[in-house]
């Protein structure tokens, strides 16, 4: 079992402080962080093992990259609503808000409950959280059924409206990622994204054009049509 000092240790260890202005420029938040890569901090994710304990005091540190670390070491079973509901609201970087979704709130039972709770909330990460969170489980849930993803346009269509940057691309992200797994998934998709072109929203006719640019492209079709 490793300590939490340690791990942190490993991770100074791997920082590149020079990154950090970049990271800035791509709207990484510099608070309280190292400037260690992603391939980085998975191969020190690794080495520590699944420890939920570990992951609860990496979060604590309120390190960037310690926090992200702390999503790829949990144990997705262990970790409970009121965990998820306190690590939501500290989110203030979209990259440490789509890293956590991805590694581990999506692996959680709460998953979808999230995504309803979530997208009706008005801060700004924790909104986008919810649709971070459909774009993963279209990516990597194999398993979902078609109509259980196209519940979730209520959802992407009600959040459309919302002019700020992080949100808006997060749904945009979801939308582009349903109409990705299968063609008639692509042909609804497309469907959602056409009606959004009609609305009176600045974000919403943004979050179609780009997603019906992608959905509608050669390459997604020719995948599609395999």
């Known amino acids: ?28 938040v510099n608070e309280q962080r190292m400037g260690v890569s992603i391939p980085e901090i998975r191969k020190i994710a690794k080495q520590s093992g699944k420890d939920h304990t570990l992951a609860l005091q990496l979060w604590k540190t309120g390190i ?36 956590v979704c991805m590694n581990l709130f999506e692996k959680t039972p709460f998953a979808r409950k999230k995504i309803l709770d979530w997208s009706d909330r008005q801060e700004e990460y ?7 969170l459909i774009a ?58 056409k009606e959004l072109l009609d609305m009176d929203s600045k974000a919403a006719r943004w979050i179609a054009r780009d997603a019906i640019r992608e959905l509608e492209s050669e ?3 020719k995948r599609l049509k395999k």
């Open 219 to 221: 390459p997604v079709q």
């Open 136 to 193: 993963c489980l279209a990516w990597h849930d194999k398993n979902a059924e078609d109509d259980r993803l196209i519940e979730l346009f209520s959802v992407i269509t009600r959040g459309s409206t919302d002019e700020r940057n992080f949100v808006k691309k997060a749904v945009n992200w979801a939308l582009r990622n349903i109409g990705k797994r299968n063609l008639e998934l692509n042909k609804q998709s497309i469907k959602v994204a």
């Open 1 to 28: 079992m490793s300590s939490v000092d340690s791990v942190v240790e490993k991770l100074r260890e791997k920082a590149v402080p020079a990154k950090l202005e970049g990271m800035a420029r791509y709207g990484m």
């Open 64 to 99: 960037a990259e310690a926090r992200i670390l702390a999503s790829m070491v949990d144990e997705p079973e262990k970790v409970t609503e009121q965990q998820m509901e306190d690590w939501v609201k500290e989110f203030n970087s979209w990259d440490v808000c789509d890293q």
């Open 126 to 132: 924790v909104k986008r959280a919810a649709f971070a």
